[in-house]
């Protein structure tokens, strides 16, 4: 059959309804089926204008789909259920009288661009939007609940946060006791809890949510994800990912010029991923300047046909110059370990991340003088780690985290409890946060993104034949 042929059959196709599977949401009325309803205070509020009909105020029956690209040219619906979420956005009835709110929003683990941005926008928007004057921010991570005084907040007080860096509630790793948490939570009387963090932090959530539930606490608990490695599953990408990759390709850029600069010229730049290699993929892509990029989801070796330096050898032949961007995480397994190197585990019990930024710096130093021993060679190695992370998100990014910050606000008013906010296919949903703690996002290197990006950089796929 031709392609007209096919084209003229899907044109005419009727889609029969898909098999949808929604993916049931907490809520407090699970537990404590007698809590009384309130009406939004949206409702009368002069900034929003809106009727039953509008489509303003989210339905229960409002979902988003994950998967949106289907083949029709098999089967069609397939029998397998497609996982639907609820959609975000404010409800026309809430659970939660604003006047008897009490808000603890907290901040953990490492710093991504953004994160004061939530923290304003859930202050602003508690405040503004639901008329709640009780919010309180928890200092230095999950331990600040129970080792320090919460701090009062309040619009004015957080006016300009969204323009520094970092969080002014101060962040820690550690720190979680699981008792002293839930006890504290219990005896400050908060009754809604923003946990804004990565994975690590929001399966810590999991278990507040789950310790909360099962004292049949009226207290509403979600999570905002935070990963400026957008390792973060499920959802399109985590806040700070987009700034991150724009001072990345500063970095880029900088290493570029050293490396044109000089007769033989090597630009090393690791970037943030320990993980996954989304920052160092898209800056590379992004960047335009860049000869191979190195991630943790695919291996590479350095010696014979088809390595780094038969690759770079070439390169410098030709161009004179050559810039290499690595990930954090890879070619870990490349790296000799020695003496205490080999017993070094992380909190998980991993083996330690050794810096694959300052050993190829090294061996490149050593193949050049082995091999082209005379001749001119610089090795100009930048990691800018810290400066990606601890900066001021960018416009996109500020935008993104009031979104998620309003998203999480409205959910937590209707009742929902033990979710997530994020985008899905560009529409914000509610996620049940147990999923999103246990969900990866790995570059898929059989995909068109990483096949462009060997186009682009002509790097090998480093496959020994």
């Not at 789950?210 to 499920?234: C, F, S, W, Y």
């Not at 160092?280 to 046909?305: Q, R, W």
């Not at 900066?391 to 997530?420: E, K």
Request: net charge negative; charged share 20%.
């Amino acid at each position: 059959m031709n392609t007209d042929s096919i084209q003229d059959q899907l044109e005419s196709l009727t889609i029969s309804p898909i098999n949808v599977k929604l993916k049931r949401l907490p809520r407090l009325t699970d537990y404590l089926p007698g809590l009384q309803t309130h009406t939004n205070p949206l409702q009368h509020s002069n900034f929003y204008h809106h009727s039953d009909n509008d489509g303003f105020y989210i339905t229960h029956s409002d979902v988003i789909l994950r998967q949106i690209v289907f083949d029709f040219s098999g089967h069609f619906p397939s029998s397998t259920p497609h996982l639907a979420y609820h959609n975000a956005g404010p409800r026309k009835e809430i659970l939660f009288d604003p006047k008897q709110v009490r808000a603890a929003i907290v901040t953990c683990g490492g710093l991504c661009p953004g994160l004061n941005t939530v923290i304003r926008e859930l202050v602003v928007g508690l405040w503004e939007l639901y008329g709640v004057r009780e919010i309180f921010g928890i200092k230095a991570g999950y331990r600040g609940f129970y080792s320090s005084d919460p701090i009062p907040l309040d619009p004015k007080l957080v006016h300009n946060w969204h323009k520094r860096g970092g969080t002014v509630l101060e962040t820690s790793r550690g720190g979680f006791d699981l008792k002293k948490i839930v006890d504290a939570i219990e005896t400050r009387g908060y009754n809604q809890v923003y946990i804004i963090g990565g994975d690590g932090t929001l399966r810590g959530a999991v278990q507040i949510f789950n310790e909360i539930q099962h004292r049949k606490l009226n207290v509403a608990v979600t999570g905002i994800p935070k990963t400026v490695d957008n390792d973060v599953g499920i959802i399109d990408r985590s806040f700070g990912f987009q700034t991150a990759v724009e001072m990345a390709q500063q970095a880029i850029s900088a290493a570029h010029v050293e490396a044109e600069s000089s007769p033989n010229g090597i630009g090393l730049v690791k970037l943030m991923g320990r993980n996954t290699g989304h920052i160092t993929l898209d800056a590379t892509l992004s960047s335009c300047d860049v000869d191979c990029c190195l991630i943790p989801e695919t291996d590479f070796y350095l010696e014979g046909k088809g390595g780094l330096l038969e690759f770079l050898d070439l390169r410098l032949k030709e161009n004179g110059h050559a810039v290499i961007v690595v990930a954090e995480g890879a070619g870990q397994d490349i790296i000799p370990r020695i003496g205490s190197q080999k017993q070094e585990r992380d909190e998980s019990g991993n083996l330690g991340f050794l810096d694959i930024g300052a050993w190829l710096n090294s061996e490149l130093k050593k193949w050049w003088e082995r091999d082209h021993k005379g001749e001119l060679f610089t090795v100009k190695y930048i990691d800018p780690t810290y400066m990606i992370r601890a900066v001021t998100a960018n416009a996109t990014d500020n935008l993104y985290c009031t979104l998620l910050a309003h998203s999480a606000i409205h959910g937590i008013m209707a009742g929902y409890t033990g979710f997530v906010t994020g985008p899905i296919n560009g529409n914000y949903a509610y996620i049940p946060m147990d999923e999103v703690a246990h969900a990866k996002s790995p570059v898929n290197t059989k995909d068109h993104k990483w096949a462009w990006l060997r186009s682009v950089t002509a790097q090998p796929d480093f496959q020994r034949t």
